[in-house]
């Protein structure tokens, strides 16, 4: 099975912060890769696929990129409704792996 | 509206079984590969199933695998997750999600509220 690893487990930022996630597959899964968030006793909601793609109706402040190994989430400006959690998942084989999360809190 | 909606959690004895069900409305349920995950309480998310959109092909997490069994009734708009041999680990929030595109590479962009699943003697 392909391992996803996030980086960092949990971030304490600001409204109007800079915030990047990272993720890392334990092999090469081209940019077979998505973001989701979810906040507390809600399901979770696609903010990015294909790496670097904007899910429908996700703020243009989200985006993604990386390849191969090596991926990354940035917000670029911090909103209220960003304190979540993210977690990374790969696509590129089964069974499709998650990473284990970052907590985005205040 | 698109929409996901799951049934059948509940409390289950260790080494029983359930049948858990997800609903779709709003979209072409048959056109559509369907997935489950599931998250145990205050953990992260873990992949459970897949079934193809004609239920031909189904794939598994290895710590499922054998125990639980994916189907779907494209006729009635529903998956299904039989889950068996439960043991304290299943115990958890068992989602419904919808594949976003035709292949299997692009991740699942809707989703159901989830049923709980307690295992517990």
């Known amino acids: 099975d392909i391992q996803m690893t996030q980086s960092p487990s949990s971030v304490s930022a600001s409204v109007g912060d800079r915030v990047t996630i990272t993720c890392r597959a334990s092999q090469a899964i081209s940019s077979w890769l998505a973001w989701y968030q979810q906040k507390p006793g809600k399901a979770p909601k696609l903010m990015i696929y294909g790496a670097s793609s904007l899910q429908s109706g996700v703020p243009s402040r989200f985006s993604g990129s990386g390849s191969g190994t090596d991926f990354t989430l940035t917000i670029s400006s911090l909103q209220p409704e960003d304190f979540a959690a993210y977690y990374c998942?790969?696509?590129?084989?089964?069974?499709?792996?998650f990473g284990q999360g970052t907590k985005v809190e205040v | 509206e698109v929409q996901l909606v799951e049934s059948g959690g509940g409390l289950v004895q260790p080494g029983g079984s359930l049948r858990l069900s997800c609903a779709a409305s709003?979209?072409?349920?048959?056109?559509?590969?369907m997935h489950w995950v599931r998250q145990a309480p205050g953990k992260g998310l873990e992949y459970v199933s897949t079934?193809?959109?004609?239920?031909?092909?189904?794939y598994y997490a290895n710590s499922v695998k054998g125990r639980f069994t994916v189907s779907r009734d494209n006729s009635k708009n529903t998956l299904y997750l039989q889950v068996g041999s439960l043991r304290a680990e299943d115990m958890a929030v068992y989602y419904c999600?919808?594949?976003?595109?035709?292949?299997?590479?692009?991740?699942?962009?809707?989703w159901g509220q989830g049923a709980t699943v307690t295992v517990s003697s």
């Open positions: 998942q790969q696509s590129k084989s089964f069974p499709w792996t």
């Open positions: 709003g979209f072409t349920f048959s056109s559509y590969a």
């Open positions: 999600a919808r594949n976003l595109r035709g292949t299997y590479n692009y991740g699942m962009d809707v």
């Open positions: 079934i193809s959109s004609n239920g031909g092909s189904t």
